[in-house]
Structures are given as structure tokens and as C-alpha cells.
């Protein structure tokens, strides 16, 4: 536990001085603040206040900037320490190589979530300073930083692993902006493209799309977060469907970081000193 806390110490200190992470957060605190004044139109028609009309805007937010704050923040914690030589030093340490992956990923998802509380808290101002904060606004906005933090801790997990197999940190970086293309945007696409190809809503649509898009963590967030009611999911313009709307999202969600932070942990074990 003691070298957990300490791998967790220093990583939390590396992450406040990182410049990119900081401008991210800015960017995330003004889009955030912009989406809620821009929302603030729609809560008479939708019969809403206003933190619940801009959930769906701020949920798609976090699918972009949540996924990328994470792996700004691990694609050169291995890979970095590897190049500055202090790697062999810390794998030499009487403590285990997950304890290392645990404690940076402790740190880096306290970074997280003080990032995500600073942008949905400039939120919360924006909302409660016009009158529209309710309580189920607020439950609202808790399970958006929770799920948030899911979505996170996934994309975290991957980028030790990406650090962790290039060992290079201009590799992991191509690598880490590829990945957030792929799960983030292309993925979406390429699910367009075979609903625009089975047009007329055949075995695709019906049988496949809807666990594809389980499947995807970004797309898993953006059901598990999905506002309830009929006038919430018109502001998301997200369609239900059977496996969509069951718990299947939310699992898929718990897996992700599960998975992500074992594959780092193999691709940690894999580093030969």
C-alpha cells in the first residue's frame, strides 16, 4: 500500500504541471459554461430546467474531451520514464509492477476528477444562477461525472498500455491520437455507414448495430448518461432499443476499465530491464 501511495504522490504532482492537461480543462469549462447558456433556450419547450436540458450536450462533451484528458495524461508515463532512464530504476524498487500501474492510475483519476468537477461545477454556477438546478438535476449531473469517470478510467488503462508496448514516447503519442480517432469518431462513422448500406433496416440495423454500439465504451457512456423521459431523450436525439436501454450499456462500462487496465498490466509485465 505504502509504494501504491507513493507511485500516486508523484504522479499526481506530474499531472498538475502538465500544460496540455490544463488547456484541455479550460477548453472543457468554456464549452461547458457555453452549452449551458445556449441550453437555457430550449427548457420552456422542453418543460425541463435548465442542468437536465443541457446534460445531453454536456454527456457529448465528455465523449470527446474525457477520452482525450485521459490519454494526454498516460501516453508518456511509461514511455517518458522509459526515455528519461528513471524507469529501470523505479522496476528495480522491492514493490510490484502493479502496484506502479495502480498508483498512477489512482493519481490519474483524482486529476481526472478534479478536472471534470471544475468544468460541470462552472456548469452547475451557469445553471444555478438563472434558477434552473433541481434535485433530479443534480442526480442528473452525478451520474454524468460518474459515468464520466468510467469512460476515463478505460481510456487511462489504454494509454499505459499503449506507453507500455511503444516504450517510445513519440510512438505513444501517434498511437494515443489514433486511438481516441478510432473509439471516438471513426467507429461512429463506420456504424453510420452500415446503417446507410441496410437502409431498409434489415439484420444489421435490428440484430448488430445495437450491441456494436454497446460495445464501443464512448457509445456505452453516452446510453448509461442518456436523460430520462420523452422530453430529455428529443434534446438527445438518441434512439432506444432493446439492448441499448437495458443494462448492457452500464456492464459494458464497468468492463472497459477492467479490461484496459489489465492489458497495461501485461504490457507492463512484458518490459524487460
Known amino acids: 500500500m505504502n509504494a501504491i501511495l507513493a507511485f500516486a504522490r508523484t504522479e499526481f504532482r506530474i499531472a498538475r504541471r502538465n500544460r496540455l492537461l490544463r488547456a484541455a480543462v479550460t477548453i472543457m ?20 430546467d435548465l442542468m437536465t436540458a443541457s446534460s445531453a450536450s454536456l454527456a457529448t462533451l465528455s465523449v ?4 482525450l484528458l485521459a490519454l494526454l495524461m498516460t501516453f508518456d508515463s511509461i514511455a517518458g520514464e522509459m526515455e528519461r532512464g ?6 528495480t524498487y522491492p514493490a510490484p509492477r502493479l502496484s506502479m500501474i495502480t498508483g498512477k492510475f489512482l493519481a490519474h483519476l483524482a486529476a481526472l476528477a478534479v478536472a471534470l468537477t471544475l468544468g460541470f461545477g462552472a456548469t452547475v454556477v451557469v445553471a444555478a444562477a438563472t434558477g434552473g438546478v433541481t434535485a433530479e438535476s443534480v442526480f442528473v449531473l452525478l451520474r454524468l461525472i460518474g459515468g464520466a ?7 487511462l488503462g489504454l494509454g499505459y498500455a499503449l506507453s507500455a508496448w511503444t516504450q517510445a514516447t513519440g510512438a505513444a503519442a501517434g498511437y494515443a491520437i489514433g486511438t481516441w480517432l478510432v473509439f471516438v469518431v471513426l467507429y461512429d462513422v463506420a456504424l453510420l455507414a452500415g446503417l446507410m448500406v441496410d437502409a431498409s433496416g434489415g ?10 454500439l454497446v460495445a464501443n465504451p464512448a457509445d456505452a457512456f453516452r446510453l448509461v448518461t ?10 438527445s436525439g438518441i434512439v432506444s ?3 441499448a436501454s437495458g443494462f448492457a450499456p452500464l456492464i459494458s462500462l464497468l468492463l472497459w476499465p477492467i479490461g484496459a487496465l489489465t492489458l497495461a498490466w501485461a504490457s507492463v509485465q512484458r518490459i524487460s530491464l
Open 86 to 91: 528513471t524507469l529501470p530504476l523505479m522496476l
Open 241 to 243: 432499443s432493446t439492448a
Open 149 to 155: 469517470l468510467l469512460l476515463g478510467s478505460a481510456f
Open 203 to 212: 439484420t444489421f440495423t435490428k440484430d448488430f448495430f445495437p450491441w456494436l
Open 64 to 67: 470527446y474531451i474525457v477520452p
Open 29 to 48: 469549462v468554456l464549452f461547458s459554461c457555453a452549452l449551458t447558456l445556449l441550453g437555457s433556450g430550449a427548457t420552456g419547450d422542453l418543460g425541463v
Open 226 to 235: 442518456l436523460p430520462s423521459g420523452q422530453a430529455a431523450e428529443l434534446a
